[in-house]
């Protein structure tokens, strides 16, 4: 069953079968321990390695020291109830190409290269290939994330 919108400013969040997906508004501290929390509470429910993905938009202001921290740690606990993540940066430009390299940079830094992790340049691009782990095509699943209010129609 598809989660309904996240009452938090923060992020707003969709489940459906073994995909976990967040649109990241206004991060904080907080909103990252309880996104883990989230996370494992359906891991749990699915009984399955989950396939997550986090997006991105140009309107999510960049994390400080303290809380790219804090999100880290969080995720690190979080991943080991995944068997991917993807993170979907959207937008496009110098300040975006710049985002998606330190993040692909990070995950190789992690040892994550090879273990399911993958920085996306679109929506489109994760949902081909996260899409069909919940039975859905690419196109449903966007129409789904649209429909979640975690992208808006210029985000695909």
Sequence with gaps: MASEPS???EFQHYEQGPLFLVRWRRPTIE???????LIE???????????????????????????????????????????SARMIILGSGMGRT??????ATMGL?????????????SAGEAASVMAPR?????DELLAALRSKGLLDAVDV
């Design 31 to 37: 909103a990252s321990a309880r996104l883990g929390q």
């Design 109 to 121: 830094a992690r040892g994550l290269r090879g273990k399911g992790f993958a920085v996306d340049g």
């Design 134 to 138: 919940a039975g859905l095509r690419p």
């Design 98 to 103: 710049l985002v998606r390299s330190v993040l």
């Design 41 to 83: 509470r359906h891991a749990k429910r699915s009984r399955t390695k989950l396939a997550f993905g986090a997006i991105i938009g140009v309107d999510c202001p960049a994390p400080s020291n303290e809380l790219r921290e804090a999100m880290v740690s969080d995720y690190s606990r979080a991943y080991e109830h995944c068997d």
């Design 7 to 9: 009452d938090m400013p």
